[in-house]
């Protein structure tokens, strides 16, 4: 991720940060309140002005405070327990019938996670930090101490939003007293908000408007680190090794077979317009909404990101799932979880298939010579 510092990695700074962030936010509010608010605006100005500026900034803070609390108390979003595919078709009711399309390794098995005992869905990540498989893994942020993934992503987006807004108005209303302030004697207190305004300004955007790609593009954090790490290894085999390359189990009449991609593809975008309206009002997945996908839609869900407190019980409504794998069928369970591949990758994988690239998964091969070996000779 963007400023993703080495050292910020250890558990001790991974403790530390974000209580150095809140005891950083203390020494702002004296040196804002007290240097700048009351010692240069309330005693030299205006008291209007400086009433103002005490309410914007409480406010902003009050906001960043609800928000970071609001991250840790909905989570990331926790991977379910899923039964296995019935990769044989037994028909046995204790397994999950195959989906028509699941990322696979390349015999075209789907993937298990041993710490959970289950099927994992794609775009899950086991996270030490949690210690559980996260839903749509964005990445852990060491400034809020927790991880960000499916559930609790937009209110990371209001968090950067209200503290990015929060050192705005401090810079501005820096800037527009510093002359007066030098006039009669400099208070370095405003030396200091500078230093940790211009600090937090240029990170906040460039992490902000990263993530307002990413929410456009229907991707993640580690998405694009996985294409950078696959970049850097083709250039200059540096890191851990990734090539990039994934595989899809599609299904093809009575048969399978194995696709080749890239990590590079988009394969879960449903364009601009789909992927705002199902972060704000689908739960942050790229499927299972039933309304239209309409502009209203799209500019309700801009106001929703951008206005305060609105989204709380939008965010809270749309994680709803069923939570019962017995009581439902056991597909539509898994696809309740699993995101939803694009048409474009769909049509993809049928060229594919209609050019001979795919491949038959392993296991099918393995079954199909057990059959031929359990057949009575013919002479």
Same mark, same amino acid.
């Given at each position: 991720?963007?400023?993703?510092?080495?050292?910020?990695?250890?558990?001790?700074?991974?403790?530390?940060?974000?209580?150095?962030?809140?005891?950083?936010?203390? @020494?702002?509010?004296?040196?804002?309140?007290?240097?700048?608010?009351?010692?240069?605006?309330?005693? %030299?100005?205006?008291?209007?002005?400086?009433?103002?500026?005490?309410?914007?900034?409480?406010?902003?803070?009050?906001?960043?405070?609800?928000?970071?609390?609001?991250?840790?108390?909905?989570?990331?979003?926790?991977?379910?327990?899923?039964?296995?595919?019935?990769?044989?078709?037994?028909?046995?009711? +204790?397994?999950?019938?195959?989906?028509?399309?699941?990322?696979?390794?390349?015999?075209?098995?789907?993937?298990?996670?041993?710490?959970?005992?289950?099927?994992?869905?794609?775009?899950?990540?086991?996270?030490?930090?949690?210690?559980?498989?996260?839903?749509?893994?964005?990445?852990?942020?060491?400034?809020?101490?927790?991880?960000?993934?499916?559930?609790?992503?937009?209110?990371?987006?209001?968090?950067? +939003?209200?503290?990015?807004?929060?050192?705005?108005?401090?810079?501005?209303?820096?800037?527009? %007293?510093?002359?007066?302030?030098?006039?009669?004697?400099?208070?370095?207190?405003?030396?200091?908000? @500078?230093?940790?305004?211009?600090?937090?300004?240029?990170?906040?955007?460039?992490?902000?408007?990263?993530?307002?790609?990413?929410?456009?593009?229907?991707?993640?954090?580690?998405?694009?680190?996985?294409?950078? +790490?696959?970049?850097?290894?083709?250039?200059?085999?540096?890191?851990?090794?990734?090539?990039?390359?994934?595989?899809?189990?599609?299904?093809?009449?009575?048969?399978?077979?194995?696709?080749?991609?890239?990590?590079?593809?988009?394969?879960?975008?449903?364009?601009?317009?789909?992927?705002?309206?199902?972060?704000?009002?689908?739960?942050?997945?790229?499927?299972? @909404?039933?309304?239209?996908?309409?502009?209203?839609?799209?500019?309700?869900?801009?106001?929703?990101?951008?206005?305060?407190?609105?989204?709380?019980?939008?965010?809270?409504?749309?994680?709803?799932?069923?939570?019962?794998?017995?009581?439902?069928?056991?597909?539509? @369970?898994?696809?309740?979880?699993?995101?939803?591949?694009?048409?474009?990758?769909?049509?993809?994988?049928?060229? +594919?298939?209609?050019?001979?690239?795919?491949?038959?998964?392993? %296991?099918?091969?393995?079954?199909?010579?057990?059959?031929?070996?359990?057949?009575?000779?013919?002479?």
């Amino acid at each position: 991720m963007i400023f993703d510092v080495p050292c910020l990695k250890s558990q001790l700074a991974k403790t530390v940060t974000p209580i150095a962030i809140v005891l950083l936010l203390g @020494y702002c509010d004296f040196a804002v309140g007290w240097a700048l608010g009351h010692q240069e605006i309330w005693r %030299y100005h205006s008291h209007g002005v400086a009433i103002t500026l005490w309410v914007l900034v409480g406010f902003c803070q009050v906001m960043v405070f609800i928000y970071w609390a609001l991250i840790f108390i909905i989570g990331p979003g926790k991977h379910p327990i899923l039964p296995l595919f019935d990769l044989f078709d037994t028909g046995d009711p +204790q397994l999950c019938p195959l989906p028509d399309m699941f990322n696979c390794d390349a015999s075209g098995y789907p993937f298990y996670e041993s710490s959970i005992n289950s099927l994992v869905v794609p775009r899950s990540f086991f996270s030490k930090n949690v210690h559980y498989q996260v839903l749509k893994y964005d990445h852990y942020c060491v400034w809020i101490g927790m991880v960000i993934g499916e559930s609790n992503y937009m209110f990371f987006l209001k968090f950067m +939003q209200w503290f990015l807004t929060n050192f705005v108005i401090i810079l501005v209303m820096t800037i527009r %007293y510093t002359p007066a302030n030098a006039r009669h004697g400099f208070n370095w207190n405003l030396l200091i908000i @500078y230093i940790g305004s211009a600090f937090w300004i240029i990170m906040l955007v460039a992490m902000f408007g990263v993530h307002l790609r990413y929410v456009s593009l229907e991707l993640t954090t580690l998405d694009e680190l996985t294409v950078k +790490q696959m970049h850097r290894w083709a250039k200059h085999r540096r890191g851990r090794e990734e090539l990039g390359i994934r595989y899809v189990n599609v299904a093809h009449g009575n048969d399978r077979r194995v696709v080749q991609f890239t990590a590079a593809d988009r394969i879960y975008t449903k364009g601009f317009k789909q992927n705002w309206i199902n972060m704000v009002f689908n739960g942050n997945r790229n499927h299972g @909404y039933t309304k239209p996908y309409s502009t209203a839609r799209l500019l309700l869900a801009w106001v929703i990101t951008f206005l305060p407190l609105v989204d709380i019980p939008v965010v809270f409504s749309s994680r709803r799932r069923r939570s019962d794998p017995e009581a439902t069928d056991k597909l539509a @369970y898994y696809h309740q979880y699993s995101p939803e591949y694009s048409e474009e990758f769909r049509a993809y994988c049928r060229r +594919q298939i209609d050019q001979g690239i795919a491949y038959r998964p392993t %296991y099918m091969k393995i079954e199909s010579h057990s059959s031929q070996e359990s057949l009575p000779s013919q002479n």
